[in-house]
Nanobody, 128 residues
Framework: QVQLQESGPGLVKPSQTLSLTCTVS??????????WGWIRQPPGRGLEWIGV???????YYNPSLESRSSITRDTSKNQFSLHLQTITPEDAAVYFC????????????????????WGQGTHVAVSS
C-alpha cells in the first residue's frame, strides 16, 4: 500500500518560495512506471495539477506554472519536493502529493483524476 505524507510551512510570505516535501512509504519512488505528482486546490475551486516527477527522474509541469515550478527528489529518503517561486495570494491552497502506476512512462500533462494514491493534503496560506 502506497502512503504519502506532505510536510512544509503552513504560511508563506508573498514573493517567497514555497517548498513542500512528500515522504513516501510502501513503494520506492524509483519503481518503474510510478509517477509522483503535486496537485493543489485553492479555496472554492477545483483541483489543479502542478507537475510530476517520473520514476526515472524526468519532470513535467503544468504550462501555466512551469516558469515558477520545480520538482526534485531525494531517493535516499524516498521523498520528492515541490518548489514554487514568487508566491502570490493566488497560490494559497491545499497542496496534495499523489502517485500512480501508469504501467508505462507518460510524458506531459496529467489530470488530477489519474492519480490513485493521495496524501492528506497540507494547507498553505499566503500573507505578509
Amino acid at each position: 500500500q502506497v502512503q504519502l505524507q506532505e510536510s512544509g510551512p503552513g504560511l508563506v510570505k508573498p514573493s517567497q518560495t514555497l517548498s513542500l516535501t512528500c515522504t513516501v512509504s510502501g513503494e520506492s519512488i524509483t519503481t518503474n512506471y510510478f509517477h509522483w505528482g503535486w496537485i493543489r486546490q485553492p479555496p472554492g475551486r477545483g483541483l489543479e495539477w502542478i507537475g510530476v516527477i517520473v520514476y526515472d527522474g524526468d519532470t513535467y509541469y503544468n504550462p501555466s506554472l512551469e516558469s515558477r515550478s520545480s520538482i526534485t527528489r531525494d531517493t535516499s529518503k524516498n521523498q520528492f519536493s515541490l518548489h514554487l517561486q514568487t508566491i502570490t495570494p493566488e497560490d494559497a491552497a491545499v497542496y496534495f502529493c499523489a502517485a500512480v502506476d501508469r504501467g508505462y512512462k507518460a510524458m506531459g500533462v496529467m489530470a488530477p483524476q489519474e492519480f490513485d494514491y493521495w496524501g492528506q493534503g497540507t494547507h498553505v496560506a499566503v500573507s505578509s
